[in-house]
């Protein structure tokens, strides 16, 4: 009777410790999107997620987040949240995608440029291209305009509608200006001078 006793208990171990063996991953869910946008030099706020586990339960304060956001600068950044149960079980990795953007990105592309201009120079139309800036939102580099030197981009600051072209020496002219966003287009008044002066109202047309 006694071998009985002791051979079920033995089975029972057995399958109690198979049971574990065989227990179920735990779960991990996002909270908020899984692909995120955020401005550049905006601030990131951490969503969180959970986790559940079907022995244990909410296990979400167990769940551990690795990867960073650097919001100065644009680019994909990448979280990861992982988490294991009691009995080492691990839960399938989850994966958080932050793009941080320059707000101005729609403006990238190339421009035809058709000046209209007073003083001491004869206009002609010619073609630039508009990148923007990867540490500062908002931030445009117009690649030439007019006889500006084109391996020193002029640059631009944009509010709204509204484009700022701060007092800037661009090779041996200063330039300054302001101008108005209108479809993705651009109509940019400046003035540039040394050697020569002169105002120019250029359309700026995007091809």
């Known amino acids: 009777m006694k071998k009985i006793q002791i051979i079920g208990l033995t089975m029972l171990t057995i399958l109690i410790i198979s049971c574990r063996k065989k227990d179920i991953q735990p779960v991990i869910s996002l909270n908020g999107a899984y692909e995120q946008t955020l401005p550049l030099n905006g601030t990131y706020f951490e969503s969180g997620a959970t986790a ?44 958080r995608f932050v793009n941080v953007v320059n707000s101005a990105d729609f403006m990238i592309g190339t421009y035809e440029a058709t000046p209209t201009c007073t003083g001491t120079m004869t206009a002609e139309n010619y073609h630039t291209t508009i990148t923007t800036s990867t540490s500062s939102n908002n931030e445009i580099y117009i690649k030439k305009i007019m006889y500006g030197v084109e391996d020193q981009p002029v640059l631009g600051k944009i509010s709204g509608d509204i484009v700022n072209i701060p007092t800037q020496l661009i090779g041996t002219r200063t330039i300054s200006g302001s101008g108005t966003i209108s479809s993705g287009n651009i109509i940019l008044d400046v003035d540039i001078s040394g050697p020569g002066a002169y105002d120019c109202s250029i359309n700026h047309v995007k091809l």
């Open 52 to 95: 559940k586990d079907n022995r244990d339960g909410d296990i979400s304060d167990k769940i551990v987040i690795s990867g960073s956001v650097d919001n100065n600068k644009t680019g994909e950044y990448r979280l990861f949240y992982n988490v294991q149960d009691q009995e080492g079980n691990k839960a399938a990795t989850a994966t």
